[in-house]
């Protein structure tokens, strides 16, 4: 007999293990030894009180074994000899839809600009201490998307774009921890994350598909409204039926690319902002009500704010708790900041984007005159800013959180995790007034539902501008162009997704709809 048990535990030095067994045994009138095995399907933390409890909804089993193995299989054929798929960017959107392929029996063949993700890890070093900015290869381009070596948050709200638990699993398959099937926000740590785009790597050529790395997408040959071929940089063409576009929310070449071919394009709403960075044992006094020194059981505090200002949302996005700050700029004479953290969460510091709604049709006037890409240029003359500002090299802009909101230049700054450096710089006049003002506002009000986070022991960070695309590349129900035939946008790129749960999900049904027409 199976039963399902919702339950709520504090902390204790008991096993977590023994004190399910009891408290189930308990509620379902049973004798512990009768209880064969418990099986964890969710996990979260309530730390509204003074008192933390861990919350679990477990399946009991009752005189009988758990099954063996997972619901979830995943049934990978040769797929050496099949029709093709073209699959341009290998983030999550790519390496699912190309995943996908080879489970409905089509050859994906991919085209990456970057490199794989050891090699990556060179021009990572490059941007970091000698401020060398890799076009093709870096926080963004290259094996695994942007996730890869920024964080490997797997927490989704877009529950009905598809099977979330499949993407886990699948995840699990290729060497994740099954900890990421319960955790109510689950993480891999990008420290792990190479790994596992590397097992998945070796599971797609395994099969018959193909990975082109340092293969960027030069050009479309589109006649008749029909995608014929793509061009790579070296000249080479290549004959298409089906092309899923999965290059992610920084390819700016790509968008400009299909404007240049009257590809029907939209400018959408995005977000930007700072970057905001506190000590970590600051957040876990603040969330767990302790003296900084949390019980081993917990892991490092994040947390989740958000503010209306002006009717814009001013709120946090990937909050990376015991983590670090990192470069994240796709070209030379820009500065981008985002946040990651390993799998153990166990740096100092905590950050987390602090962003402010862009309405691209009302907030920015003056960037009328670039039609489609007025929110790029918007977002692009932001990360000009911030690397003037900063001193024209990586080194990013930077101020005490309190002199931020009281306009006051810092005459000094924190601590940072931010490898390249900080310079002090009036980021309270610097920042245009849609974003500034409501991001003063914002922090003055999380100081009053956090008390503590309003604090000159944090420092603010600029820019963070790379939340989500600022282009739209509309797509029928069918998720093909509304106007080139073959042509399949997807994941982030496209504005379809917004983090790798859900980039993967939509890379999975751009796969299935490619597959439709050939």
């Not at 000159?456 to 080139?484: C, D, F, M, Q, Y």
């Amino acid at each position: 007999m199976v039963k399902e048990l919702q339950l709520r535990i504090s902390l204790t030095e008991e096993t977590i293990q023994d004190i399910l067994i009891k408290k189930a045994a308990k509620k379902l009138g049973v004798e512990p030894e009768n209880i064969t095995s418990i099986k964890v399907h969710r996990k979260s933390i309530d730390a509204r009180k003074k008192e933390v409890f861990f919350n679990y909804k477990i399946a009991t089993y009752i005189n009988e074994p758990p099954p063996e193995q997972t619901a979830y299989h995943f049934d990978y054929k040769d797929v050496s000899s099949a029709k093709e798929i073209h699959i341009v960017g290998f983030g999550p959107a790519g390496m699912y839809a190309a995943l996908r392929c080879i489970e409905l029996g089509y050859k994906p063949i991919v085209l990456e600009r970057g490199k794989n993700v050891q090699d990556r890890r060179r021009d990572l070093r490059a941007i970091n201490q000698f401020h060398e900015v890799n076009k093709d290869s870096n926080y963004c381009f290259g094996e695994g998307g942007a996730g890869t070596y920024s964080d490997g948050k797997l927490y989704t709200r877009s529950l009905k774009r598809g099977d979330v638990r499949r993407i886990f699993e699948n995840l699990v398959y290729h060497g994740a921890t099954e900890k990421i099937l319960i955790d109510a926000h689950p993480h891999i740590g990008t420290n792990k994350l190479p790994k596992i785009i590397k097992n998945i790597r070796e599971t797609i050529l395994k099969y018959g598909g193909e990975i082109h790395f340092n293969s960027r997408v030069s050009d479309f040959i589109i006649k008749n409204n029909k995608l014929k071929a793509i061009r790579i940089q070296n000249g080479q063409e290549l004959s298409v039926n089906a092309v899923i576009l999965a290059t992610g929310h920084s390819a700016r070449d790509i968008f400009e690319l299909l404007n240049n071919k009257n590809v029907l394009l939209k400018a959408k709403s995005f977000a930007m902002g700072v970057r905001v960075e506190h000590p970590q044992e600051l957040i876990d006094q603040i969330q767990y009500s302790c003296n900084g020194q949390r019980n081993g059981l917990l892991p490092a505090a994040a947390y989740s704010l958000v503010h209306q200002v002006k009717n814009r949302g001013v709120y946090s996005f990937c909050m990376c708790p015991g983590g670090f700050i990192v470069p994240a700029a796709t070209a030379p004479g820009e500065v981008v900041v985002n946040g990651m953290s390993p799998s153990k969460r166990n740096n100092a510091f905590a950050n987390s984007g602090i962003v402010v709604e862009i309405n691209v049709d009302e907030d920015i006037p003056k960037y009328e005159k670039f039609g489609v890409f007025k929110g790029l240029e918007f977002q692009r003359d932001l990360e000009k800013l911030a690397f003037n500002a900063g001193g024209k090299s990586q080194v990013a802009p930077a101020q005490r959180l309190t002199d931020f909101v009281e306009g006051n230049l810092s005459s000094s700054l924190n601590t940072t995790s931010y490898q390249p450096g900080l310079k002090s710089s009036p980021l309270h006049s610097l920042l245009p007034k849609t974003i500034g003002s409501r991001l003063r506002k914002g922090f003055t009000a999380f100081g009053k539902k956090m008390h503590g986070y309003y604090t000159n022991e944090a420092n603010i960070i600029g820019v963070e501008s790379r939340t989500s695309s600022p282009i739209n590349i509309p797509r029928k129900n069918t998720l093909e162009h509304p106007e080139v035939t073959g042509l399949f946008p997807c994941g982030e790129g496209g504005g379809y997704a917004g983090g790798i749960i859900s980039a993967a999900m939509d890379g999975e049904r751009c796969a299935e709809a490619a597959s439709q027409i050939l």
